[in-house]
């Protein structure tokens, strides 16, 4: 499949499938709920799970479409030197020790980015010819998402379903225990629209602010597209939790994180035994550097740290392990767990998140004038424009700045409709709030 080949508008309905293997087996189970749940022995409850399970595996109209152009469009070999080995590897047996690097990544370029081979020495320069990259907005356009996929009718035959199964409840057993029902579903129709709403007016923003070039932006709140280039400051060689085995290089931006899952076990007055299992953050730490954004028509600095929004998608890798990294890290966990929970260290884990040098980058932010001892301290002369002026994440009225790891095309191609992230929720409001005054 072939970017020029794809309908970015699609339209008001599209039936959309899972392009990764656990979607299948969301789908798989989920279909099973929904028509086991046909029986009466089980119930409509388990239906109503089924239709969730689906809704939720199912991807954006044009997600899977995206997924089939990024596979067939290969890296450059000089990026790819510096791409971490993807997949699952068994690190230690006998310690119990993996390792995990998604092999699908949303946020990753769909069309072919250009190599560091081909990188200028200077990164404010522009790259090659001057166009903008490939993937720019200016070559792609914008995406527009169906009104109404697969998401949309299982999660409004969820909404629906729901409500009525919570109105069948209180009528056919109107007990006091059973009363607070209609409330937990308005409840949840009501926390679903808030994020819903949010969700909107991110996408409203990406949607309908028109994308600048970096060789003509001026001072005010551009959105802009394209690569990171490593600016003077350098990159970040990320050690996660200071071992030498977990190393992740030529990163801009970074946040690890370190786990411990804690297994409670608990007895009640009748002698009954229940065990439970949660993850807990022991450790964590972040850091960024300025780094270029490159769109193919020139670079401008940006200052991450600056920004209080920001997403660098999924993680970039994981590791597992039955124990710490040392004996002495190891009964400290521990008793720090008896102490404070109660419970025992069962697994311990490590998640970072990176931008890294080469990435795809989308901003909306604030551009403002640098400095002339800037200027001097990178030894620039300020004959390019786009070399007087630096990026950062201040909000103005009405603006809301964020970064994201990926283009506007990956950003918006997993994005649902606005239809379907504030009707569907408003359509469980809605029935809750009928239900919880059909029984007052």
Known sequence: MNIDDLNLDRGFFQFTFPYGWGGWIGWVIGFLLIFLG?????????????????????????????????????????????????????DSWWMGRTSYTPTNDPSDWILTAPGPATWNEDQYLPHGDGTPLPEHPANVGTPRPATISTYG???????IGLSFTAWKVVQSDP???LMYIPYVVLGLGILWSLIGYFQYKMQRQMAD????????????????????RPSRAGVLRVVVDGHPNRVIPNCVQFHWSYEVKIRETSTDSEGNTETKEYWK?????????????????????VKPTTFSRTDMGQYLKRWE????????????????????????????RWTVYALRVG??????????????????????DG???NTLLEVVGEDAPGIKTTLQRGTELANMGRMRSSFEVMMIPLSLTIGGLLVTLMNL
Do not use: W
Not at 322 to 347: P, Y
Not at 371 to 380: A, I, Q, T
């Open 38 to 90: 046909l029986s009466p022995d089980l119930g409509p409850a388990v239906s109503l799970v089924g239709a969730l399970i689906v809704g939720i595996c199912s991807p954006a109209s044009l997600e899977s479409d995206l997924h089939k152009i990024r596979k067939t469009s290969p890296q450059p070999e000089d990026l790819e030197k510096e791409a971490l080995e993807k997949g699952f590897s068994i």
């Open 153 to 159: 009718i299982m999660m409004f035959l969820f909404a």
């Open 175 to 177: 007990q006091d225990e």
């Open 209 to 228: 602010t028109p994308t600048s070039l970096v060789r003509s932006v001026a001072v005010g709140n551009p959105e802009l597209v394209g690569q990171v």
């Open 281 to 301: 953050t022991i450790r964590e730490d972040l850091g960024a550097v300025p780094f270029i954004l490159n769109d193919g028509t020139g670079g401008i600095l």
């Open 321 to 348: 392990s039955n124990h710490a990294d040392s004996l002495k890290k190891e009964i400290g966990t521990e008793f720090a767990a008896r102490l404070f929970t109660g419970g025992n260290v069962v697994k311990h």
């Open 359 to 380: 990435n795809p980058v989308y901003l909306l932010g604030a551009t403002r004038s640098r400095s002339r001892e800037d200027l001097e301290n990178e030894g620039l």
């Open 383 to 385: 004959t390019l424009q």
